[in-house]
């Protein structure tokens, strides 16, 4: 069954190092959601793609986050350098325009940084 | 800042009662709201959406939107401890279709 595919499900580094998670989008849908989730902060919008188009990444530390769609397929949501307060899970969401609200989660990257 | 606003929890019911679980929002503008159910360990899934004023049913899930109280509810009767879990309520943030989520209520079903 269509479902949104991440990876790596889980990803322990050290201060300082490069992250990279990718998120495959369910076949058809034009939009994509990335999305930080932490105990004390809930879960916040970090950037969003309609039609591969980046709509806002105003969630995004901008020193240190990027958003690429690279293709219609795959969602790519990078950290340099990483820092122990990024520490969270990360999860994609994809749906498509005409509903908004009814958006379809994957399920998550959990990343740990030392 | 939009917000969406939830109670924590833990708001604990004994199996077979009516858990409500209650947010509100800031944005006036907002027209839809969503209820997503998170299983501890796992992702937010959509379970109800609301657009209009008053009540919506699904089996035994009712949703109600108060616009003028700026006010959403879900409603579960008969509850089950598989309904144990966290809800998130999310207002519609814009023009662009994002979602603003509230921190979610803990629910706790005993059996």
């Known amino acids: 069954d269509a479902r949104v595919t991440q990876t790596p499900r889980h990803k322990v580094t050290e201060m300082g190092q490069e992250v990279t998670m990718r998120c495959q989008p369910i076949?058809?849908?034009?939009?994509v959601f990335w999305y930080r989730q932490t105990m004390m902060q809930g879960l916040e919008l970090l950037a969003y793609?309609?039609?591969?188009?980046?709509?806002?990444d105003s969630g995004m530390p901008k020193d240190r986050f990027s958003a690429e769609m690279p293709d219609a397929t795959l969602a790519t949501l990078k950290i340099q350098p990483s820092e122990p307060r990024d520490s969270a899970v990360y999860f994609c969401a994809s749906g498509l325009v005409g509903t908004p609200g009814e958006q379809y989660f994957g399920p998550g990257t959990r990343l740990t940084v030392t | 800042q939009k917000e969406v606003e939830q109670n924590s929890g833990p708001l604990s019911v004994p199996e077979g009662a009516i858990a409500s679980l209650n947010c509100t929002y800031s944005?006036?503008?907002?027209?839809?709201f969503f209820w997503y159910r998170q299983y501890s360990g796992k992702s937010p899934e959509l379970i109800m959406s609301?657009?209009?004023?008053g009540d919506k049913e699904d089996g035994r899930f009712t949703a109600q939107l108060n616009k003028a109280s700026q006010y959403v509810s879900l409603l579960i009767r008969d509850s089950q401890p598989s309904d144990s879990a966290t809800y998130l309520c999310a207002a519609e943030g814009g023009s662009q279709g994002n979602l603003i989520f509230g921190k979610g209520t803990k629910l706790s079903v005993k059996p």
């Open positions: 944005d006036r503008g907002s027209q839809s």
């Open positions: 076949l058809g849908h034009n939009t």
């Open positions: 793609f309609r039609n591969r188009a980046p709509l806002d």
């Open positions: 609301i657009y209009s004023n």
